[in-house]
């Protein structure tokens, strides 16, 4: 798929597997927090949309405003966190270089990178609209 130029109902045809898609307030502000701190790339970038790739991993960031005729709307919580218990792990980033850029960034370190017992070296960063994102690599890599 040309995540770049594909239309709306193309894209929602040719997903398969499973997908992610993150509500979140501020799809701008998202899209540079996942840019700056992992390097994905933005594709049709709006103030209500994006199509984020991580790797040859897509998603979908939709602000609240879409959502307006969806029943998981009236769930999100008024004040943070509203992404409690979702890891979102990345199993291609440096768990260092990730807190470094995350730190810069402002954004909040959960837990700093760790040697972990299942063989990742990994970390928790908080985005702004609670969800924990977890850079990992094998302790070897």
């Known amino acids: 798929m040309d995540y770049d130029s594909i239309d709306a109902d193309s894209f929602g045809r040719g997903l398969r597997g499973i997908g992610l898609n993150l509500l979140v307030r501020d799809v701008g502000a998202q899209v540079a ?3 700056a701190l992992f390097d994905m790339r933005a594709h049709q970038p709006t103030a209500d949309f994006a199509i984020m790739a991580y ?4 998603f ?4 609240d405003g879409t959502y307006h005729a969806n029943p998981l709307l009236g769930l999100l919580p008024e004040n943070p966190p509203r992404g409690g218990g979702i890891e979102i792990r990345l199993y291609d980033t440096d768990p260092e270089e990730a807190v470094a850029r995350a730190t810069a960034h ?5 837990q700093a990178p760790t ?4 063989g990742l070296r990994e970390a928790y960063i908080l985005c702004d609209n609670g969800y924990a994102w977890v850079p990992s690599r094998g302790k070897d890599a």
């Open 106 to 110: 402002g954004a909040t370190i959960l």
């Open 60 to 63: 979908q960031l939709h602000s």
């Open 115 to 118: 040697d972990k017992p299942h």
């Open 55 to 58: 790797g040859d991993q897509v």
């Open 33 to 35: 927090f996942l840019k």
